[in-house]
């Protein structure tokens, strides 16, 4: 109905958003019926939620009119906030924002560079950077659980390790079951997203592209290929990310320098 | 330093500090070949912290170790941890059976420890027939005599035993020092010993080291250091 009344994709944009807001605003009053009292706090967060993304949306608008080359930027920014937001999982862990700016860049940036050269993520600005930034958030979700598990394991295994290099073995032999731990449980969302794909949810991506005209069997295929992506990102990222810190963990004699009260 | 042979293992002014707490200062010692070194004082008094840098899990931030007449750092860590062997205080064993747990030590350098061997390291422990029992299903005394065999299959020099019987019952610390005796006095094996028992110092050391705050407060024979008690 709406789509007879308005021509312009603007006003009928705002149309929409009239319409599901009072929708939204109908169920806030059926609930002030029954005693729930929610006016305030949905009117405000709805009214900042509008302005949220519609601040976004100009930020796309932006995007779509800049150059492809300045996705370079885009994404480089996103990855040193993203090893930023990680690092403070490996509180104790000396260097850890180096470690993670490093492993992200290095696991998400080599995966997105990789995939951009095949033509698996289009070069262009309005592609890469969305696409991108998924496989670098997911990067850092996964660096930020195998520092976190990491420190906690060693930081609670520091007997065993010490043990090890008592008896002889080299730093990476002390730790090695605890690196293959962190990365593993790490890794569990990423494979679990990859396992559960179609049966327990439809991502965004698809949904977004369904909308947008893909045709469904391609963005359904693009989605896997999107999935495997982060997997191989966040996968790289936190492999890299491992290694580093135990270079920094131990010194040059193969001594643990991490501990419970540096953490 | 109350013997004349050779000192196997020396401490030159070895110290260490974290930041302003000082850990252990200015120790000086001697081992020679054979001889046991009883290492006794309070809690906090910095025993462990000092046992550590004889097998440089630590780093001296002052002095220095030597081992068999050279300077420790001099030597590859992994080979002298090899060569000065540790027991601590709770035995870490890895997951797995007893006959894995001795196999650990060798494996680092790429040899295997034959079936033979296994045996007899567990017979000198007092553990016939462990060999293939999970470590899980041991008692504190057994785990702690496992930990021993474990250090010995990497046929150590020194044997470092950071109070072994501490964390056992009455029976379990007796049949312990046993094989303490049996393994290390009786083989004329070269140890340093810490304990905050004097008895036991006495038992199985010919020499002994009181720390008190870091400091060495006393060192010489045993019953030289037991009579200022």
Redo the contacts between chains.
Sequence with gaps: MLTRLFHSQLELGLAQAAAAFITAFAVVIFGRRRGIHLERETLIAMLRGIVQIVAVGFVLLALLQAPNWSSGFLLAGMIVAAGSISARRAKGIPGAFRISVTAVALGAGSVIAFMSGLGVINAAITSLVPVGSMLIANAMNTNGLALNRLRSDIIGKV??I?????????AK?SVAPYMQASLESSLIPAIDSLRSLGIVWIPGLMAGMLLSGSRPIYAAIYQFVVLAMIFAASGLTAMISTLLVRKRIF?P????ILRADAA | MPENSAAILKADHLGRSVGTRILVEDINFEVPAGRVLAIAGPSGSGKTSLLRLL?????PTAGTVYFEGFDYRAIA???L??KI??V?Q?P?L?PGTVADNLR??PA??GESISVQNIDELLRRVGLEGYSSRTVTNLSGGEAQRVSFA??LA?SPSVLLLDEPTSALDEESRVGVEAVIRNTVVDSNLTCVLVTHDMSQAVRLAQSALVLDSGRVARYGLITEVLHAY
Excluded: H, I
Excluded at chain 1, 162 to 170: I, K, P, S
């Design positions: 007997g065993e010490e043990t090890a290099l008592a008896l002889g073995a080299d032999t010194s004699a193969d001594q643990l | 097998n440089r899990l630590d780093e860590a992994r080979e941890r090899r062997g540790l601590t709770r870490f890895f650990f030590g680092q350098r474990r250090t990497n």
